[in-house]
């Protein structure tokens, strides 16, 4: 199932069920999961480790050297999970030494055209990123996060799960689970209702998470005190716990 114009290196682990389109260079130090396929003029570098049933179409730059100057050939890596699409001119950069030395991509994700994913990103599971995302270095995406066209996270940003960044939006601090933000730089415009509901979410769990939103920013606390009056609905209301601990643990302050 590799075209023979592949070059594949000797130490690439290539497993049962893969397919390797012409053109393609498989690196040292690859790894690739069963049911995986590759498309033409894809290259890949390692370490990298690539999970199961992915599809990486051509012209993709997988697992080359991180675009950080302070890089000096340190041994990291990426590791991609199950079941990812990664279409045309997508870039996924290798972790550096000065973070945790990996760059993740989890399972399901949908990556479109000319998306980049820095070093260091930690991607969770199902999100989805249109043409052109761009995800600075050491950005941490959790699951179900949207990104429309062209939107970016400065880097170190963290987005929430359920989250949804609209078309053009740059983020410069991080955005709590289930919120909805657009514009430069991004404002917060509710809560993704829609998505909720797509992911069966409840009417009543969906009505907790948008009074939840509306204590953070429309009643006038400040932060503190929001985080206080969410914290004693988190109980009765688990759906809000992402939401809480999102808020609770930022480093860079959250869009407000």
Wanted: aromatic share 8%; glycine share 10%.
């Amino acid at each position: 199932m590799i075209h023979p114009t592949a070059i594949v290196a000797d130490s690439a682990v290539i497993s049962d069920g893969v397919e390797v389109g012409p053109y393609t260079i498989i690196g040292d130090h690859v790894e690739i999961g069963a049911g995986t396929i590759v498309g033409s003029h894809v290259v890949i570098n390692g370490p990298t480790r690539i999970g199961e049933n992915n599809r990486i179409y051509q012209f993709a730059s997988v697992g080359d050297d991180p675009q950080d100057k302070k890089y000096r050939n340190e041994d990291t890596r990426l590791e991609i999970g199950d079941r990812n699409t990664i279409r045309e001119y997508c870039s996924i950069s290798r972790g550096t030494v000065q973070d945790k030395g990996v760059t993740v991509l989890g399972d399901d994700n949908w990556i479109m055209a000319y998306v980049h994913i820095a070093h260091d990103c930690q991607v969770g599971n199902k999100t989805i990123m249109a043409n052109n995302t761009t995800l600075a270095g050491h950005v941490h995406v959790d699951d179900w996060a949207i990104f429309a066209g062209f939107a970016g996270a400065h880097q170190f940003c963290h987005v929430g799960a359920h989250s949804f960044l609209g078309m053009y939006t740059g983020v410069n601090q991080d955005v709590p689970a289930y919120v909805m933000v657009f514009g430069l730089p991004g404002a917060p415009a509710g809560i993704n209702s829609e998505g909720l509901k797509r992911r069966d979410f409840s009417k009543d769990q969906i009505r907790n998470i948008k009074n939840a939103y509306r204590i953070v920013y429309r009643n006038g606390l400040k932060l503190a005190e929001a985080i206080a009056e969410i914290d004693s609905l988190v109980n009765d209301q688990p759906e809000l716990r992402i939401f809480l601990d999102s808020l609770t643990t930022s480093e860079r302050g959250v869009v407000r």
